[in-house]
């Protein structure tokens, strides 16, 4: 067990629709990482938050946003869904230093479904 | 534009060998690059870092090497088990903090009994 807590682990939805997939990082990690994973493309990396503020952005896009909270867990807010929007997606997180340079433990991911 | 190569292809070995995988970059400079396992349905896990100035590091019976001239990192596994059955990701890292790790698209290792 990573520590990193994700849910849902499964959501089936329509196209078009907004969904929200939510990240408790392991106790004490200030920094969370979202990643999406798909069967073509491998793990693709999205967006970083450290202490609740914006670090560093990949290659999301822009129906795409997320955000950190006092509380240190993150959401990940995907809007007018695509079909090509169905992907696995991972919150990793990492030890307080705020450097990338460290271990990144990931959750078990959530399993998104556009149909 | 950067690019991390692994084999599509899964790897095939007896149980007891060696497995050795292969991960080549180009356009990129990394400091450091790590090593994940991934089964199915589950998240990476974290197995070995190695920076650009350690030639090879150990953990058990894993190995990995670093050539930043060839720009390629090997990942061995000796005395494989079926149990190491999974897919292995590399994974680059830059050299400022809060840089993004990039990931190749992971190797799938399969070790028959």
């Known amino acids: 067990d990573s520590g990193v807590t994700q849910t849902p682990k499964h959501l089936i939805t329509a196209t078009g629709q907004r969904v929200t997939l939510r990240c408790s990082p392991r106790?004490?990690?200030?920094?969370v990482y979202w990643y999406q994973q798909s069967l073509d493309q491998g793990l693709q990396f999205l967006i970083q938050?450290?202490?609740?503020?914006?670090?560093a952005k990949g290659n999301i896009l822009e129906r795409f946003s997320a955000q950190q909270f006092p509380d240190l867990h993150s959401e990940l807010n995907l809007s007018s869904l695509e079909l090509g929007d169905s992907a696995l997606y991972f919150c990793?997180?990492?030890?307080?230093?705020?450097?990338?340079?460290?271990?990144?433990?990931f959750g078990d991911g959530t399993r998104l479904s556009i149909l | 534009s950067q690019k991390i190569e692994q084999n599509s292809e899964a790897l095939n070995i007896q149980e007891g060998k060696t497995a050795t995988l292969t991960c080549n970059y180009t356009?990129?400079?990394?400091?450091?690059l790590q090593w994940y396992r991934q089964d199915p349905g589950r998240g990476p896990v974290f197995l070995l870092l190695i920076r650009e100035n350690e030639k090879e590091k150990r953990k058990e019976r894993l190995k990995v090497t670093f050539d930043t001239t060839l720009k390629q990192s090997l990942f061995h596994i000796t005395a494989s088990q079926p149990a190491d059955s999974a897919t292995y990701l590399c994974a680059l890292g830059g050299r400022t903090g809060f840089q993004k790790l990039v990931f190749g698209t992971g190797t799938r290792l399969l070790v028959s009994p």
């Open positions: 938050y450290y202490n609740g503020e914006e670090r």
């Open positions: 356009n990129y400079s990394p400091a450091y």
């Open positions: 106790s004490g990690d200030l920094s």
């Open positions: 990793a997180s990492t030890e307080p230093t705020g450097d990338s340079n460290q271990p990144q433990h």
